[in-house]
Every structure is written in C-alpha cells, then in structure tokens.
C-alpha cells in the first residue's frame, strides 16, 4: 500500500499496453454550454421510466396505475444497497406499467412505467443542506442510495454500495475525468460549467472514503477543463490534478490506474484490493446534488452529436425521456439508411427502437449523415496478421478467443480468459478482415453467462432436494422415536399393572360397550323375523307391521262412519233435541275413537310380541300366536278376524244405549212420533251398512 503513495507522489506516469489513437471528433459539440431540453415540461408528454437502470437487480414498485406522483418522488425502493430505486422526472400520472422497448442492443422489451406530465413539474418536499460534515457516514450512503446515484461513466453501479465496501479505509481515490472515446464531450462541458460544485462531490467522496490521497485526472486534449479545474483548486491542497496523455482506452478503470501508478490489477480482482477507488465526474456531481440539493438522479448530460443534428450540443436530459422525441427536439431529420448509435463509436451500439428511452447510462447519442457511416464492410476470414493483439490493452489474444466463440467452445473461451476482456473495440477498429470481434465476444459471454446461470439454478435445486430429503429423514427418526418412548412406556405401565396390558383392557371394556348398546337397540326395536312360505321361501315376517297399521287406519274409517250417522240423526231428529243429541256425539266420537285405536294398538302389539316370540304358548295368547307349523294364512285371518272383534267393541262403546238383549235396531216403536221413527229408520241402515262392511273384510281377509 506504501508503494501506491510513494508512485503518486513521484508525479510519475506509466503507460499500458496497446491502445490506438481514432479521430477525437469532439469539437462538434464541446464548444457550447450545456443546454436544457424543455420536454417534460408540456402537458400530456409522457416519460417511460425503466425499473432497472444500474448494474443488478430491481428494486420493487411503490407506485401503481392511477397514482399521481411528483417530481423527484421515489417509484421504486428496496432496503438491499444493490437495488437502486427510480424516481419521476416530473410531476404527473402513472398511465401504465408494462413492458415496453428497451435502450439495449438486443432491442427486446423490459418493466417500465409509463408517466404522464401534468405540465406542473412540481417537486416533492426537500430538505437542503449547507454542511455534508453534518451527516455521519451512514446517513451519506442512506441518502445516495435514496437518491438512485450510480456510476456515470458507463459501468453504472450503485454508488452507495461501492463506497460502503471501502469505508474501512482506501490509500488512493482517483476521480476519471479522462473521457477517451471519441465524440463524447459530456464530461468535458460538465467539469467547464459545473466546477466547483463537481469539485465539491469530490470532497463528499474524501470524507466517505478517508483516502490518503485524491487524485483528478484528465486527458491532455480537454485543456479548457484543465484551466477551470486549476483556477477552482487554487489555494487547495486536497486533490491533485494529473493531466495525462491522450490514448485510447484510458479512461478505463484498469488502465488509467496502471497509466497513474504503473501497478496492474489482478486478474478477476477490484481496484479496491490494491487500496484504490475511482469515481466518474459526473458521479461525483451527482453525489453533490443528492447530498447538499436532496435532489435524486433524475437527469443527466448527454452529447447530442453527429452531422444529421443541426447543432450538435451537449443538454440535460431527463432520464425516461423517449429518444424520438429527444432527437425531434434538435431538429433531427430521420432518415431509415443511417443508424443512430448509442454511446460512442467504440463501445456504444446501434439503437434498435428510437421509441427506447434516455437511462443512466446514456452518455451520448450520435446521429451521423453518410459521410460519417458507411455500411460495415463484408467480413473477411482471419489472416492471422496479430494486429488485434498487438493493440489490445489487456493482452489478450482476441484471434484465438475469435474461433472458440464462433465454435462455442465456452471452456477454452474461460481458459484464454474471455472474462478479462473491457469490451473496448479496439482489436475490430484495427482487424484488416472487418471482423466484428467485438459482437462475438459479447454474445460469448452471455451465452457463458447462461451457462452459468442454469448451473447456478441447478445447484441450488441440488441444495433443496438433499435438504429436503434430510428433513424428511429427520422427522422419520423422529416418529420411530416417539413409537420407541410411547412402546416403552405401555412396557411400564404393564410392569405397573402385573402384567395387564392397558391397551388391550381398553379395548375390551370399547367392545363391552358397544355390545350393551346393541342389545339395548335390539330390545327397544326388535329385528323383524323371518318366515318360509309353501314355496319354501324366505320373507320377512311383516305381519305385526301390517295388523297394526290395518287396525289404525279402520279406527279412522270407524271414527269417519260414526261422524256421518251422527250427522243423519241431526238432520232427522227432534230439533229440540238436536242440541243435546250433537253434544253427546261430540263428546262420545272421539272418545269412542280414541278407544277404538287404543284397542287396536293394544291387539296389534300383541301380536307382534308373539310373532316375535313364537315359542310362547300360554292360554291367554291362544288366540293370535301364531308357531312355527302354522300357515301365514290361518294367521292372517286370525288376526282379521281380531281386529274386527276389536272393531265391534269399538262400535258398541260408540252407541251404549243398543239393547243388546233383544238385539234391537232402536228403542223407537213405530206408533211414535214420525220424526223419532225417521231417526230409527237411519240407525237402522247406518248398523246394516256397518254389519255389511264388516262381513266383506272377514271375506276378503279369508280369502286370503
């Protein structure tokens, strides 16, 4: 670590390997103040705001359709340090959230949200500061995560979560101001323009990190951004400014390191294992903003440039504004034969839907005529010629990683170590067969990538499945021993109990029970016998079911017959006696019924009870026992021959005042009064419809 500051304060520089020297092309657009484009600003123009725009994951959505939003309020948010939230450019409505196209090479389509401008552009509440020295170190990095502050210069990772990991103590910092890549000049305007307030997020940087030293470095072909960076540093002696050469790719992170301190950073390592950090200029104005303005990184410098923009410029751009309209506001005249790139010409793609929208990333969009692009010319075969290696900055042999990615050989890709390649372009800006080396590289790494991914997945599936199955053996060990303790204890409790197992007395006394309940149903409702006819079959004795119900229903029908008679003698009666007459009848009827069906019951009861019990045979139960020789006829009969028995009871406690000695109809004479002979007359046909009644059951129950 020692060495690192003895080499600074050396004020020596070291170059790297490779590197070439394209056409700046930077004039174009570093000649004016950074300008402001007014969109957003309009009713009704409506901003399309990716989800993820740094290096990792999403962070999760606040907002829904619907919401009305203002300018600066955070749409998304996580408390994980590597999900960096998104904030609205404006105030407005969140009209959608879906996919839309992407401002990424592949052209497909990612999560955005789609807001519309109110034209208000109304901020939400902030809270200024006049000290960063007032925060602790935890309450800076809170607000630059807040704020979604990534790296600027193209690598976009969270910022907050890069500083947090060398917190405990760097030996250099070193703020990149290089800007190598032709036609881009944001950095360039922005350290012109924006002097002491990016010198200022500098500072911040300095007391988060507490480095020995700070280092600002700028390539020698920006001299105005050299003079204002010397006359605002005047006086100051905690950074200093180191002007180095001109040289493609300096501006990365590996090679501006070796180009500052000689030293090479190992392979598949951070610069933060050598004690170094570097940040972007415009990170560190937007780190400013975000602490002292508690403004969130909602816009950024982006260069317009090329020959098809009137007036090439360098603006602030909102983040979410569509590049169509962007490009429209410029004066840009569309034509379908020229591209538009994205980024710069060595590392930056050609944008495949002008629909996508400005993200963090998006340093520089260039709209070149045919003077500046031509079709790529056809590829050629490898000649073998070593001029790819030959300017490679990382010292890889891009010829041979060439063949393994067109053959998909991923593991000699890994072995010639793919993974160390800066995706710089600097061995297809010199390859003579216009091959595009750089294309294959990328794809190779994604298709690796994958690769890995899916090893990744399945691994983890490995991980659950064998956690899964040692749970499962857990609990069954388990189980056995629950079965071994419960075993054991049954053992004790038989030792206890000399030799009686409790269980099987349980269930015996569980089988006791049930029988007694059985037989206590069996005795409540008996099961109907069986009897076996002529034929020789089997049927069930039905017979009490069947006596009783009869009996019931002729107890009705003789209630109903005594109701009508009683109804004919009132009708040709004495009427002073109709009175007296409807009110014995009334009373007698269902007294005289309810008699009836007693009876009956009683009858019916007892003969179920010796059909049950055939083997009874008392005196008194001669008449309805039915034995086991007997016919079912005999005993149907039998039992008819009861229930009329019980019928002419019935009847005769019905009309007690029949002279049952002399068998008389009535105890009206004929030489009595007309109307009494009329109501002996009725009596006398009621009793012989009766008595005919009678006989055609007796009958019908004989014939069967």
């Known amino acids: 670590m020692s060495d690192i500051i003895e080499r600074i304060n050396a004020n020596r520089l070291w170059t790297f390997p490779g590197g070439i020297h394209p056409a700046e092309m930077k004039s174009q657009s570093n000649q004016k103040k950074i300008g402001r484009i007014a969109y957003g600003e309009q009713r009704g123009e409506r901003f399309y705001i990716p989800l993820k725009q740094h290096v990792g994951e999403a962070a999760e959505l606040l907002v829904n359709i619907g919401d009305k939003v203002l300018k600066g309020q955070a749409l998304t948010h996580s408390q994980n340090f590597s999900k960096l939230p ?81 917190t405990s103590g760097i030996k250099l910092l070193i703020i990149n101001g290089a800007e190598c890549e032709p036609y881009i000049t944001c950095d360039d305007r922005l350290m012109q323009d924006y002097t002491p307030e990016m010198l200022e997020g500098i500072r911040i940087l300095r007391y988060l990190t507490r480095p020995e030293k700070v280092i600002f470095a700028i390539e020698d072909n920006k001299p105005a951004a050299i003079q204002a960076v010397k006359h605002a ?19 990365a992170s590996k090679q501006l390191i070796q180009v500052l301190t000689g030293l090479e950073v190992p392979k598949n390592a951070r610069s933060s294992s050598l004690g170094i950090l570097m940040h972007n200029v415009g990170t560190a104005f937007a780190i400013k903003r975000a602490v002292l303005d508690d403004e969130p990184l909602i816009e950024r410098v982006v260069t317009l440039t090329g020959d098809k923009i009137p007036q090439p410029r360098n603006y602030w751009i909102r983040l979410g504004t569509p590049i169509a309209a962007l490009l429209k506001q410029v004066n840009y005249q569309s034509d379908s034969r020229l591209p538009i790139f994205v980024g710069g010409p060595m590392m930056g793609y050609i944008l495949p839907n002008p629909q996508a929208p400005v993200t963090k990333m998006t340093n520089c969009l260039i709209a070149p005529d045919h003077f500046e692009y031509a079709p790529p010319p056809p590829e050629q075969s490898c000649i073998r010629c070593s001029s790819c ?30 993974s160390s390649c800066i995706e710089c372009g600097v061995c297809a800006y010199v390859c003579p067969s216009n091959i595009p080396l ?40 388990q189980r056995e021993l629950r079965a071994q303790q419960a075993a054991e204890k049954r053992r004790q409790e038989i030792a206890q109990q000399k030799g009686q197992d409790p269980v099987k007395a349980a269930l015996e006394r569980l089988k006791a029970k049930k029988a007694a309940q059985a037989d206590s149903e069996t005795q409540t409702h008996p099961t109907p016998q069986s009897i076996i006819t ?17 009996a ?52 019916a009861k007892k003969v179920a009870t010796q059909s049950v019990n055939p083997t009874s045979n008392s005196e008194e139960n001669k008449p309805s026992a039915f034995s086991e020789s007997d016919d079912p006829r005999k005993a149907a009969v039998a039992d008819a021959i009861a229930r009329a028995k019980a019928k002419k009871a019935a009847t005769q406690s019905v009309n007690p005042t029949s002279n049952r000695e002399e068998n008389k109809p009535s105890a009206v004479s004929e030489s009595d009064d007309p109307r009494k002979a009329a109501v002996a007359a009725a009596i006398a046909r009621a009793k012989a419809k009766k008595v005919a009644q009678q006989n055609s059951a007796i009958s019908n129950i004989e014939k069967l």
């Open 86 to 166: 998104v904030h609205a450019p404006t105030s407005g409505k969140i009209i959608d959230i879906g996919n839309y196209p992407a401002n990424h090479p592949s052209g497909l389509s990612e999560p955005i949200l789609v807001l519309e401008a109110d034209g208000a552009d109304q901020w939400r509440d902030r809270t200024l500061a006049d000290d960063f020295m007032s925060f602790s170190t935890e309450q800076l990095l809170t607000r630059l995560y807040q704020a979604g502050i990534a790296g600027l210069g193209g690598a976009v990772f969270p910022s907050a979560n890069k500083i947090r990991h060398v």
């Open 233 to 251: 540093l005047q006086g100051a002696n905690d950074i200093d400014l180191r002007v180095i050469p001109t040289i493609y790719p300096s501006g």
């Open 438 to 477: 750089i294309q294959y590289f990328r794809q190779e790494k994604a298709k690796i990538a994958e690769i890995k991914h899916k090893e990744r997945l399945a691994e983890e599936a490995k991980v659950r499945f064998e956690q899964r199955e040692a749970r499962l053996l857990k609990e069954k060990q």
């Open 389 to 418: 290696s030959d300017a490679c900055p990382v010292q890889l042999l891009p010829q041979q990683l060439y063949w393994f990615a067109r053959s998909e050989d991923h593991e000699k890709s890994e072995q010639y170590d793919l």
């Open 552 to 603: 019931l229903r002729q107890a009705r029908e003789q209630a109903q017959q005594t109701r009508s008679e009683s109804a004919v003698a009132n009708q040709h009666g004495d009427p002073k006696n109709d009175a007296n007459s409807d009110k014995k009848s009334n009373e007698a009827q269902p007294k005289s019924a309810a008699v009836a069906a007693a009876i009956a019951r009683a009858k």
């Open 534 to 550: 002529d034929n020789g079959e089997v049927v069930p004795d039905n017979r009490a079911l069947i006596a009783q119900r009869k």
